[in-house]
């Protein structure tokens, strides 16, 4: 079955970098394109950024762009998100998914997030 | 950016009952539109797909409707298990970009 879990959440300080992992299982993940969504304490979802399958196109929300980097290595099953310049507005679960449909278009499996707290 | 909006913001009803979600973008967008569930401590959970799909193993009494800008989640019959917050969700081909609705809750009367 399906698997994907996140890891390297944590408390940084604002400025600080984190970069997190979601490790794959179940499926083939070198064929599929991967997101990452977040969702703040009590608030909705946000989807962050998406790779292809490949690797050879990424994809950011205005609110990162600039700031995190979205990659994968195929070798690994893994994942990887690496955040930057952390604000408080980045407080949040962050949730991998699996990407289904024409250019990742829907979410169709989710780990069960990691927990970045930005804050002093 | 395409924005999508949700309503109503919460939804009371009681089990056995039907609940109507609705879903409204800014601009038309393609069949890229889907429903997910989200209880609270839990992932999000894929419920249908390109506006009408049910995804894998998700009941019969929940269905998808619409196009251009007006969708519609339909749960015929509310079990004590589908009160949850509701979100919908679509995908932009330029930018290229994927939105999320700001949700429904649903709430036992």
């Known amino acids: 079955q399906v698997q994907l879990v996140e890891s390297g959440g944590g408390v940084v300080q604002p400025g600080g970098s984190l970069r997190l992992s979601c490790a794959a299982s179940?499926?083939?993940?070198?064929?599929?394109?991967m997101h990452w969504v977040r969702q703040a304490p009590g608030k909705g979802l946000e989807w962050v950024a998406f790779?292809?399958?490949?690797?050879?196109?990424?994809y950011y929300a205005d609110s990162v762009k600039g700031r995190f980097t979205i990659s994968r290595d195929n070798s690994k099953n893994t994942l990887y998100l690496q955040m930057n310049s952390l604000r408080a507005e980045d407080t949040a679960v962050y949730y991998c998914?699996?990407?289904?449909?024409?250019?990742?278009?829907?979410?169709?499996?989710w780990g069960q997030g990691t927990l970045v707290t930005v804050s002093s | 950016e395409i924005v999508l909006t949700q309503s109503p913001a919460t939804l009371s009803l009681s089990p056995g009952e039907r609940a109507t979600l609705s879903c409204r973008a800014s601009q038309s967008v393609s069949s890229y539109l889907a429903w997910y569930q989200q209880k609270p401590g839990q992932a999000p959970r894929l419920l249908i797909y390109?506006?009408?799909n049910r995804a894998t193993g998700i009941p019969a009494r929940f269905s998808g409707s619409g196009s251009g800008t007006d969708f519609t989640l339909t749960i015929s019959s509310l079990e004590p298990e589908d009160f949850a917050v509701y979100y919908c969700q679509q995908r932009s081909n330029w930018p290229p970009g994927y939105t999320f609705g700001q949700g429904t809750k649903l709430e036992i009367k």
């Open positions: 390109d506006a009408s």
């Open positions: 790779i292809r399958y490949d690797g050879s196109n990424k």
């Open positions: 998914a699996k990407g289904a449909g024409t250019g990742g278009a829907r979410f169709d499996y």
């Open positions: 179940g499926f083939t993940f070198s064929s599929y394109g």
